[in-house]
């Protein structure tokens, strides 16, 4: 069906980008695949803060919870560009549910995730029903590097960043911050699939 599509997020993945928005008449949180169910290329048009008039299905290869926000899309046309201002203006005034959190991290994901410092995860025993979510937090989050990779940590936990935006030294509390579980894998060879949170994005 036709939607009109708020992209808030863009992320890097091995294998294109991972484009985030928001279904603007009912408030849903979906990722884009291309007409065909797969990743987006890196050329993709979408930029954050772009309303886009889209068609939209259930992607065909739709994976299992908590990665339910996968949707295909056809592109109908840009409508226009409202900018960070314009996204936290939404997420103001719209209800989101359980997919925007005020205060702890642990609070997010359904009070699903496992915190451990620099592991920071859910698992199959305990599985929210989404994958992306907004988060206000109650502390300030400060950009650290480690082996070349962007981190923000948070009291005594390090989330990995992996947007687009250029880090910034410190993510001040009470700033709308976007979180996303990555797909289920071993990571560490432990036998247990989990899935990873990220930090994708800000909007100040």
Known sequence: FMAIVLIVSKTQMSNGVCVGGIMESTCELVRLHNERGGNLSQDAPF??????????????????RPHIEDKQIT???KIENIGIRGIIN????????PRMTHGRLDQTFENCLC???TKNF??????PNFSTQFWVADEDLIHVISFDKHYYRYGNYRLKYVGFQEPIDRIPRGTIIRLSLAN???????G?????????????
């Open 184 to 190: 289920w894998w071993d990571g560490d060879g432990s």
């Open 75 to 77: 592109i109908n046309r």
């Open 47 to 64: 930029e954050i803060g772009d309303r886009w008039d889209l068609d939209v299905q259930t992607a065909w290869n739709v994976r299992e």
């Open 192 to 204: 247990e699939d989990r899935c990873y949170l990220q930090l994708s994005g800000w909007y100040i």
């Open 122 to 127: 859910v698992n199959r025993n305990d599985t």
């Open 90 to 97: 939404f997420i103001n005034t719209h209800n989101l549910g």
């Open 115 to 117: 915190l451990q410092g």
